[in-house]
């Protein structure tokens, strides 16, 4: 059971970069409002790294029954060890980080990189069928 709930969130994390790479490559404005607003809010912080756990936690239990085992627990580990952290580090300062990278992060920028999310999408999804 738990076998097939970590890789339907693989699965679904996977969907999540794909439409994550629609949205940086059609509306890149509006990706870079969204990255505006990490941490503005204790619920938008608190919801964004709690989030984060779900397929970190989907990625360390599906490693074994993956393609590629330790490049999903290693990247599993990492995600739930710098959510834990996140919890931690004052809002304000997480707010200020995302505030700071949309500065560097122009609309073009998002398009340009929005490839690589449809590749780890699609390799996410590769990797646990």
């Not at 999540?16 to 949205?23: H, K, M, N, R």
């Not at 490559?25 to 509006?30: A, D, G, H, I, R």
């Not at 204790?42 to 990625?59: Q, S």
Request: with cysteine.
């Amino acid at each position: 059971m738990i076998d097939i709930l970590s890789k339907w969130t693989i699965i679904l994390f996977g969907i999540f970069f794909i439409c994550v790479g629609l949205l940086m490559l059609f509306n890149p404005k509006k990706a870079n409002d969204i990255l505006r607003k990490a941490g503005s809010t204790n619920f938008i912080n608190y919801a964004e790294i709690t989030t984060r756990i779900i397929p970190a936690v989907g990625l360390i239990l599906s490693a074994d029954n993956s393609k590629y085992p330790d490049i999903f627990k290693i990247f599993g580990w990492f995600m739930l060890l710098t959510s834990l952290v996140l919890y931690f580090v004052p809002r304000q300062l997480h707010h200020n980080f995302s505030l700071k990278a949309a500065d560097i992060l122009k609309p073009i920028y998002f398009q340009l990189i929005s490839p690589f999310a449809f590749l780890i999408g699609t390799w996410l999804i590769y990797s646990v069928i």
